[in-house]
Nanobody, 126 residues
Framework: QVQLVESGGGLVQAGGSLRLSCAHS????????ISWFRQAPGKEREFVAG????????YYADSVKGRFTISRDYTKNTMFLQMNNLKPEDTAVYYC???????????????????WGQGTQVTVSS
């Protein structure tokens, strides 16, 4: 079993920064893809960024490219999302998700993920 716990959300003014963390425990993540999704009120959950635990390459939604950076710390079993130049439209609950069956082609599909965290709220004021 895999457990994911997000932290780091909060309230920030437009143009500010936040760093989200996703700590995982349970199975080893050597073949896993771990991603961030977000869901704003009244909207569908959408892909934000993804990374494959033991492979190079990071992947982003167009709306966050150049502002957000996904990374991982092997020693801490933790994934991060550095969010800079935040905009009010970034306001959402942010979730991390993981699974071992996912490649680049399907990384953006939330239905591919079996494991989800509880979410952390990010609010950006104008």
């Amino acid at each position: 079993q895999v457990q994911l716990v997000e932290s780091g959300g909060g309230l920030v003014q437009a143009g500010g920064s936040l760093r989200l963390s996703c700590a995982h425990s349970g199975r080893t993540f050597s073949s896993y893809t771990i991603s961030w999704f977000r869901q704003a009120p009244g909207k569908e959950r959408e892909f934000v960024a993804g990374i494959r635990w033991n492979l190079a390459g990071t992947y982003y939604a167009d709306s966050v490219k150049g502002r957000f950076t996904i990374s991982r710390d092997y020693t801490k079993n933790t994934m991060f999302l550095q969010m800079n130049n935040l905009k009010p439209e970034d306001t959402a609950v942010y979730y991390c998700a993981a699974d071992s069956r996912i490649g680049i082609a399907t990384m953006r599909n939330l239905g591919e993920y079996s494991y989800w965290g509880q979410g952390t709220q990010v609010t950006v004021s104008s």
